[in-house]
């Protein structure tokens, strides 16, 4: 108090230090406002582009406990910032309450001006540029979509995941408004769903186990990146490089609880000397009288397998029903689905809807998925003439 | 520059501000540090006791987006706090790249030494005190444990709601040590769960379509809540008053998959004019031959409820298995399982065992669960002579 009131009075003897007062205010503010960006903002940080993963750090895959992750305590407080005002994310920390109300969660035609979460699920097990630059194109608000991968626990994996992230990094580490809400990335805990070659993975004999791991494969990624606010749920196959830019508005659109695009594959027709199109997916189906009848005369844990000659089950595929002519947005009702571009609605998975890895009605993973969400009540639909492309095969 | 050249020239000319600039130098520090505080650890902030939720403010229900719960941008510098040194908490932000090794996640006897977190899952229809002393009293590390509640949207909901906000506001605002991992409330999406008062509830007639409807809770409830980082999920059931205060040791200490306690009641008997104890829940169960026979000549869509007479499945039911003079830790496998208190390994739900709100193999919501849990090669248990207690049926 003593020195205080001394400068105090020496303040007032000496004008010198008068005029010196708001420079020194100006000086002490803009320190503090340096400060205040440091740490709300990022800036002065660790350029994230010289970011190392905390893996490559530890030499371990288990992240929620690395350091790089930790985050300051949750102030109820809201920090302004009057300089910059930037767009403070909306994140609910962990270790404080949130409330949702599922009621008020919508998933509707209007899904980007309702400002609606779409959440992105890709089991990857290799990673194709032009998969990432086709997710790069969408042009539904990035800032709404959310990621979510698998990977198996195999050497192919590993590679994905290493062009996986480096993609990521990029993008994540751009302009603020271009990135992704959030981005998650699990390594697969159950037998690996990849361990098939392409050429034989199609053999009949090997699928049923290869929809059962790759069934387990979708569980736990839909499981562990659902979250509350979640209104859409997009699965895209790793395979699928091409999609019309407005696919997440284009399907939105329709309103329908699950919804598959019809996946075709671009190939070079050696006899027409053209590039062609050819129908893919053959999982997207109607139940026919001869399925059903043959689903009737089977031991409980046989399955049905569509699109092997060795199991006739006249199924209307829709990969046949697409016809060019007809307006992209022609709906047909569906029994069966694949993975490759289906859209559910948050609120089907959510009342339980799974990709069984086991028979269910004779009917495994997204297949079994289809006639589970149809257990629940929720009608299944897919869209003929709205075409997405698979990779090549390998040769 | 011209007048901080001045500047320079009187500081070397007025031995009064050479004097000054050290206390100055001080006092912009000491901002420095107080803004970080304020910052970093929330100090200066509102105090949490009088906060206010944001559904007081907004008179809303949705609160993903609400300013409240904004936080700053992430930033990947570990923000190092020398003068405090509190403890950061492990968050992940929304926004970020978080990657999870599902294969290092475990669900060990040792949980609480292994830090694993344990999810309590609660469909909530009212509140009971006694509920939530319980759940107090619990000895595992609290900052292990997660919970979750679905809220029905019915008028005793919104009481049990006001209720349990009042509760968990007076523990995730005491000391931080001793408040919950994180706390989600969900107000239910799908039909209400609690429509029926407790005498009438018991009805074989009333209860397909009330466990439908509850396994419909239990589902939006774990889909919503289960994270990455979870090991254990705990069922409890908001009627369950009492249980041994190491219930989650005791429980994870069996390192089963799906494991269920006994859920009494304690009542005062009458007849022997003392207080006494009696089985509550029969939906833990083994199958048998008779309950065999039953689902084998039943159409596809009836369901077998156990405990009614009905419907006489003869099967031994763990309610009756109870002996007092037997070890506490004693196990039988089940093939039916309730909710009471049940405690499961996250990745048996990560793999896809849900609740079916649908006949599955002539079972639903927990029982149906039990089931699908064996077909994703779990074993279910249940412990007879470990009890717990559910509240006293309405007069």
Known sequence: MGSLSLIGYKIKKNPVITLLLPFIALVSVYFVVFRTDDSILGIGSLPLGNHKWAHEIEHTWYFPFTSRFKMPRYSYKTQHNWLFNDRVEDIIPEGHIAHYDLN??????????DKERVLILTPLQSFDQRYWDNILHLTYPRDLIELGFIIPRTKTGEEALKKLEIAIKDVQSDKKNQRFAKVTILKQDSQSFDKLQEKERHALNVQKERRSAMALARNELLFSTIGPHTSWILWLDADIIETPMSLIQDMTAHDKPVLAANVFQRYYDDEKKEDSVRPYDFNNWQESDSGRELASKMQPDEIILEGYAEIATYRPLMAYFHNKNNPISEEMM?????????LVKAEVHRDGAMFPSFPFYHLIETEGFAKMAKRLNYE??????YLVYHKEEFN
Chains 1, 2 share one sequence.
């Open 104 to 113: 008020k969660l919508r998933s509707t035609p209007d899904a980007a001006v």
């Open 334 to 342: 569906l029994d069966g689905v694949g993975g490759g571009c289906t």
């Open 380 to 385: 299944v639909y897919g869209l003929p003439n």
